[in-house]
Nanobody
Framework: QVQLVESGGGLVQAGGSLSLSCAAS????????MAWFRQAPGQERELVAK???????NYVDSVKGRFTISRDTAKSTVYLQMHSVKPEDTAVYYC??????????????WGQGTQVTVSS
């Protein structure tokens, strides 16, 4: 089995910074894409940023220039650095990973979610 464990959420003032991390563990052969999603109350879950195994990144337009996604392949960990945060960034943030397991089967995993609240 594979688990994704997130950390780093919390309360931050508008204009401030916050960092999230997500570590994968378990029967992992390889991790392909890793990503961060978020879901605000009453809204659908949306992709915030994604990073491929080659380090290629893409972002939703609303966070471009403010958020940075990165990964440490050796640690099976993905990070999200959030700068110049805005109240509209308030949401539960979820880590996502496409994992090739030790038995060579592919599966998509989700973290438990971490709350990010930006005060105005």
């Amino acid at each position: 089995q594979v688990q994704l464990v997130e950390s780093g959420g919390g309360l931050v003032q508008a204009g401030g910074s916050l960092s999230l991390s997500c570590a994968a563990s378990g029967s992992i052969f390889r991790i392909n894409d890793m990503a961060w999603f978020r879901q605000a109350p009453g809204q659908e879950r949306e992709l915030v940023a994604k990073i491929s195994s080659f380090g290629i990144t893409n972002y939703v337009d609303s966070v471009k220039g403010r958020f940075t996604i990165s990964r440490d392949t050796a640690k099976s960990t993905v990070y999200l650095q959030m700068h110049s945060v805005k109240p509209e960034d308030t949401a539960v943030y979820y880590c996502n990973a496409e994992v090739v397991r030790s038995d060579y089967t592919d599966y998509e995993y989700w973290g438990q979610g971490t709350q990010v609240t930006v005060s105005s």
